[in-house]
T-cell receptor
Framework: DTEVTQTPKHLVMGMTNKKSLKCEQHMGHRAMYWYKQKAKKPPELMFVYSYEKLSINESVPSRFSPECPNSSLLNLHLHALQPEDSALYLC??????????????FGSGTRLTVV | QKEVEQNSGPLSVPEGAIASLNCTYSDRGSQSFFWYRQYSGKSPELIMS????GDKEDGRFTAQLNKASQYVSLLIRDSQPSDSATYLCAVNMDRGSTLGRLYFGRGTQLTVWP
């Protein structure tokens, strides 16, 4: 089993809905990430949290709103999404070790469909 | 511009053959390199990490790194149909940063046929 847990695994939502994606890790990692991945494309970075503070926002539309309540949890709040936002949303975490970092551990992802 | 380039494939090899996956990166000072395997519809899974020039072996997998050429590769020996997946090369190019942010290549799709 992955050590990064994402819920839900699948989500179908209408364009007027509000929903949240959740991510939890208990590895003591201090950096957490949200990625979006479309079919046959590499993961695209959305947000980076380091020590519970937002460090990087890759010009993501405001209909995506991240939240990091504590060092183990990362949420992604969704509101008024578009059909083109349908994708696999991946959460990941890593040790904060600078250039010698040991890579990410990914969660299993949330398959989001916007109708 | 920080870029990671992979031969996009698809790459098709017979069972038992060696599969060779290649990756180049733009930042000469990069220190950490990773290979992820991703099955269709699943999340990426870390299979190899390498930090020093040379070869690193783990079972049927060998990662090779040449920092002077800015090149990293993954060899899969005795390829099995279960190795059929997309392989993502990822490089940490945030020197001096504590973020450990990875930059991903577009992936190489590998098919191993029986």
């Amino acid at each position: 089993d992955t050590e990064v847990t994402q819920t839900p695994k699948h989500l179908v939502m209408g364009m007027t809905n509000k929903k949240s994606l959740k991510c939890e890790q208990h590895m003591g990692h201090r950096a957490m990430y949200w990625y979006k991945q479309k079919a046959k494309k590499p993961p695209e970075l959305m947000f980076v949290y380091s020590y519970e503070k937002l460090s990087i926002n890759e010009s993501v539309p405001s209909r995506f709103s991240p939240e990091c309540p504590n060092s183990s949890l990362l949420n992604l709040h969704l509101h008024a999404l578009q059909p083109e936002d349908s994708a696999l949303y991946l959460c990941a975490s890593s040790q904060v070790q600078g250039a010698g970092g040991d890579g990410y551990t990914f969660g299993s992802g949330t398959r989001l469909t916007v109708v | 511009q920080k870029e990671v380039e992979q031969n996009s494939g698809p790459l098709s090899v017979p069972e038992g053959a060696i599969a060779s996956l290649n990756c180049t990166y733009s930042d000469r000072g990069s220190q950490s390199f990773f290979w992820y395997r991703q099955y269709s519809g699943k999340s990426p899974e870390l299979i190899m990490s390498i930090y020093s020039n040379g070869d690193k072996e783990d079972g049927r997998f060998t990662a090779q790194l040449n920092k002077a050429s800015q090149y990293v590769s993954l060899l899969i020996r005795d390829s099995q149909p279960s190795d059929s997946a997309t392989y993502l090369c990822a490089v940490n190019m945030d020197r001096g940063s504590t973020l450990g942010r990875l930059y991903f290549g577009r992936g190489t799709q590998l098919t191993v046929w029986p």
